[in-house]
């Protein structure tokens, strides 16, 4: 069964700096996906990026961007230039390719944003 | 476009009652999910459909039931609930495709007094 895991239960980080969240992965896979959702205090999932596992270039969306690490099964999201709107808690997702394929999420990063 | 679209936002049961979270999609995707998330725990997947007509058990299936019979709705059951089924539901709908995002309702806070 794949496993996803989130080693940093919160994080804190100054407005305008960058921070990076972890995530690692199981899967005897060799076709997936991984996401990253943001959930705010209104509980609504909202995803932020994704990856395909077979492209070796990393994701970009704006100020969020991942390190995908196929090899070590990691998968780590970058936020730059962070603003008090980024405040949430982070869920790194995983999804094989294929039918019928679920979602199976790490139990989430939260992050707080400073003045 | 709405969305997906759960009924109720919030509700308490006592023990042994039941209720139906109702869950709806506009958006004509195969694919609906449901999943229950616990306090510091991420989302587990209670049940999914990949269409009309079929569903499937999740991670964490017992004391709930699902059933579609159309491609819009996907009630989630819950018969005598207990009070270790107190969490937040989701539900969400996705097209089909892996790569595809999937949409996530604003979630039901439920309370098993």
């Known amino acids: 069964a794949q496993t996803v895991t989130q080693s940093q239960p919160e994080m804190s980080v100054q407005e305008a700096e960058t921070v990076t969240l972890s995530c690692t992965y199981d899967t005897s896979e060799s076709d997936y996906y991984l996401f990253w959702y943001k959930q705010p205090p209104s509980r609504q999932m909202i995803l932020v990026i994704r990856?395909?596992?077979?492209?070796?270039q990393n994701a970009t969306e704006n100020r969020f961007s991942v390190n995908f690490q196929k090899a070590a099964k990691s998968f780590s999201l970058k936020i730059s230039d962070s603003q008090l709107g980024d405040a949430a808690m982070y869920f790194c997702?995983?999804?094989?390719?294929?039918?019928?394929?679920?979602?199976?999420f790490g139990t989430g990063t939260r992050l707080q944003v400073t003045l | 476009n709405a969305g997906v679209t759960q009924t109720p936002k919030f509700r308490i049961l006592k023990i042994g009652q039941s209720m139906t979270l109702q869950c709806t999609q506009d958006m004509n995707h195969n694919y609906m999910y449901w999943y229950r998330q616990d306090p510091g725990m991420g989302l587990k997947l209670i049940y999914y459909s990949v269409g009309a007509g079929i569903t499937d058990k999740g991670e964490v299936p017992n004391g709930y039931n699902v059933s579609r019979s159309t491609t819009e709705d996907f009630p989630l059951r819950l018969e005598l609930a207990a009070p270790s089924q107190t969490s937040v539901y989701f539900c969400?709908?996705?097209?089909?495709?892996?790569?595809?995002?999937?949409?996530f309702g604003q979630g039901t806070r439920l309370t098993v007094v």
């Open positions: 969400a709908s996705s097209y089909g495709s892996s790569n595809t995002e999937a949409f």
């Open positions: 997702a995983y999804r094989r390719a294929g039918t019928a394929s679920k979602l199976t």
């Open positions: 990856q395909e596992a077979y492209k070796q």
